[in-house]
């Protein structure tokens, strides 16, 4: 898994796509929201390549229902004790049928692991007022990478909590000072930490976007959104998918 991401998908197309799935779902009440779920993922799935080779997305919307439909009710049985073993499950299936190149991705994550996780550092966060969560995040991104395959090989993820800890309060004290007009470039530090700690076997992923062009992005397609009631969206959407595939990359070490 080497080279360079490329997004191709269209604002007509994406705004058709939505508004279809998302009519659909609201007049049967939710009940639609699995069939919705795997007909967008298959469609940005179908629009994305590395190094040419393409994704695809095999789920069907009749397997998710049934999947959902036993993980909502287990989990609502359970107060949610369960829900750990319900992402897990539901993870396990999204992954299992994407692909790339012909090839299917696995995920192998256990919700007793999930769980544990979970409590552990969620507990941590709390008793440290949140000063923990970056740690919390470098171990659950740490889990589901180690748990995630592709061809044989393994995902990785080498960040540090104190590394992510000092980067994360740095751009959040730039983005308060500057009353949000940071946030663009602190968004882009953080993607580039992440996509620099993430591995696939011996590969790492690299990110080259830059604050400015992602400042331009997003003031441009909020400004229109606004003046369209939200009818520009998905433009806005399909641009910001460009951009950050096109500035996604996998090379090896």
Not at 61 to 86: C, D, K, N, R
Not at 144 to 165: A, R
Not at 201 to 213: D, H
Request: glycine share 12%; with cysteine.
């Amino acid at each position: 898994m080497n080279g360079q991401f490329k997004y191709e998908g269209k604002g007509g197309e994406l705004f058709s796509k939505l508004l279809k799935n998302v009519l659909l779902t609201m007049i049967t009440l939710g009940i639609y929201y699995p069939w919705a779920m795997t007909d967008i993922r298959r469609y940005f799935c179908d629009k994305i390549t590395l190094d040419g080779k393409k994704f695809a997305f095999t789920g069907k919307g009749g397997e998710l229902f049934s999947l959902l439909l036993v993980q909502l009710l287990l989990s609502g049985i359970t107060l949610f004790i369960y829900f750990p073993w319900a992402v897990s499950k539901i993870k396990k299936y999204m992954w299992n049928h994407t692909e790339l190149d012909g090839k299917a991705f696995d995920y192998n994550g256990k919700g007793g692991e999930l769980f544990c996780k979970l409590l552990v550092n969620g507990l941590l966060s709390l008793i440290t007022l949140g000063i923990f969560g970056a740690w919390a995040v470098v171990n659950l991104t740490k889990y589901g990478n180690e748990n995630t395959t592709y061809d044989n090989t393994k995902f990785g993820f080498t960040g540090k909590g104190g590394e992510l800890f000092s980067l994360l309060l740095g751009q959040i004290l730039l983005s308060m000072i500057t009353l949000g007009i940071y946030s663009p470039w602190a968004s882009i530090k953080i993607s580039k930490y992440n996509y620099s700690k993430t591995t696939w076997g011996n590969s790492v992923f690299q990110y080259n976007a830059t604050g400015g062009k992602l400042f331009c992005l997003l003031l441009k397609g909020c400004l229109l959104s606004a003046i369209t009631l939200c009818i520009y969206l998905p433009w806005f959407l399909t641009d910001l998918y460009k951009f950050t595939a096109n500035a996604s990359s996998v090379k090896a070490a």
